[in-house]
């Protein structure tokens, strides 16, 4: 089954000040991995069950992207009877877990 990707505005407000944060402007190495990270994450239409749960709310799951010390994490839920998948958040994997309130 394939599933439409819905970014919400939070997570887009978050893949940017990543882009800015990691200067990807300035550097090609940077934007070469925000471009792999959006494309990972458009790769969520495809089988997105096979990423995992979140610790934090097991109606979530969570895409990780990059190696350590630079893993982030596109948390997402799948809403299956309209095929699509809702990416709500992204942040860095060394944050403190999240609340509902980073959600918004």
């Known amino acids: 089954m394939v599933y439409r990707i819905k970014i919400s505005p939070r997570a887009e ?26 494309h990972a994450i458009r790769g969520l239409s495809e089988n ?6 979140t610790p934090e709310d097991r109606g979530l799951r969570h895409l990780l992207y990059g ?4 893993v982030y994490r596109a948390i997402f839920r ?3 009877e309209h095929k699509r998948v809702e ?11 999240f609340t509902p309130a980073d959600l918004n």
């Open 13 to 38: 407000w978050d893949l940017a000040w990543i882009y800015h944060q990691i200067r990807a402007e300035r550097s090609e190495l940077a934007l070469k991995w925000h471009r792999g990270f959006r």
């Open 48 to 53: 997105p069950e096979r990423c995992p749960m």
């Open 67 to 70: 190696k350590s010390p630079y």
């Open 78 to 80: 799948i809403v299956k």
């Open 87 to 97: 990416v709500i958040h992204i942040r860095h994997g060394a944050q403190r877990p």
